[in-house]
């Protein structure tokens, strides 16, 4: 059964870091394109960052030259530092394959706020 635990989220003022961490089980971790998305009341859930299986990754407008996904398969863990956030920063946070399985993980709420 795939399941994802997320962590690391919390209050941050705008222009500070964060670091997100993501375990995933009952996958062959190694083998999937990991992705995080983020999510605010009303909007659609939103894709921050992919990590493809191997080094590439990709980050939409929103997040490039500010977020950083990154991997660790012998973990089955991966990772979102996140740099300069900003008030529309502020979402829960998720990880999930690329393209997303149907069960979600709980999140963790990102807070920007001074």
């Known amino acids: 059964q795939v399941q994802f635990v997320e962590s690391g989220g919390g209050l941050v003022q705008p222009g500070g870091s964060l670091t997100l961490s993501c375990r995933a089980s009952?996958?062959?971790?190694?083998?999937?394109?990991m992705a995080w998305y983020r999510q605010t009341p009303g909007k659609a859930r939103e894709k921050v960052a992919t990590?493809?299986?191997?080094?590439?990754?990709y980050y939409p407008r929103s997040s490039r030259g500010r977020f950083t996904i990154s991997r660790d398969d012998a973990m089955n863990t991966v990772y979102l530092r996140m740099n300069d956030l900003r008030s529309e920063d502020t979402a829960v946070y998720f990880c999930?394959?690329?393209?997303?399985?149907?069960?979600w993980g709980q999140g963790t709420q990102v807070t920007v706020s001074s």
């Open positions: 999930n394959s690329e393209p997303p399985f149907s069960a």
């Open positions: 009952g996958i062959l971790f190694s083998t999937y394109d």
């Open positions: 990590a493809y299986s191997g080094t590439s990754t």
